[in-house]
């Protein structure tokens, strides 16, 4: 896996270009159907699972980077999708499994990084159920740092759950044993879904 492919604006006009295939294009209908002036909601990565995701990976906010590409995606050009892009490759997770959300669907930090209070996770609660009516094949939920752990309580899933600390670089640099926790709790998520291997 190369990180940080939608860097580049050949890539990401090729993801656009692949937006509405038909595993991904229920849900990117969906995605632009929540976006308003003020809020910006971006788009399901085509080279995700889609409609088929077996895990969901939800997240806190997009970060600044989702709006240079308008995908929430593990090859943003950002360090926090690096360091999910790898930690999904080294916990030998299929990304042909995996779905990526967050907990507040919309960009609240294009021009830096703005942690969600209580009041963004009770406004965006019905957006992360619906979200779940379209995954027809979701067995689990990987929560992804603090605020997503807080929020899901609030969902009322019986999803398998999952918890890592959230792969920021700031979060693993002052937290040296955070990555390693996070990877564990990968590795536990891919053998849930293929129990054996």
Known sequence: MNPRTLGGEEARDARHQQAYEPHVAPL???AQSLRT?????PLFDPADS????????????PGPAVSRSGFISMDNPDGTA?????????????????ILWNVVPWQMSRK??????????AQARPTTRHLLTLLPDLQAVMLVGRHAQRAWTEIGSDLKRFEMPHPSPQN????PEARQV???AL?????????GK
Do not use: Y
Request: no cysteine; hydrophobic share 40%; glycine share 4%.
């Open 112 to 121: 830096g990084v703005v942690t969600p209070k209580p009041t963004h996770h």
């Open 37 to 41: 002036d003020v809020r910006e909601v």
């Open 28 to 30: 990117n209908m969906w």
């Open 187 to 195: 590795i536990s998520l891919r053998h849930f879904l293929n129990p």
């Open 182 to 184: 996070a990877l564990q």
């Open 172 to 175: 693993f640099n002052t937290r």
């Open 50 to 61: 889609g409609i088929h995701a077996r895990a969901l990976i939800l997240l806190e906010s």
């Open 82 to 98: 690096e360091n999910m892009l790898r930690l999904i490759e080294e916990s030998h997770l299929d990304r042909h499994d995996l």
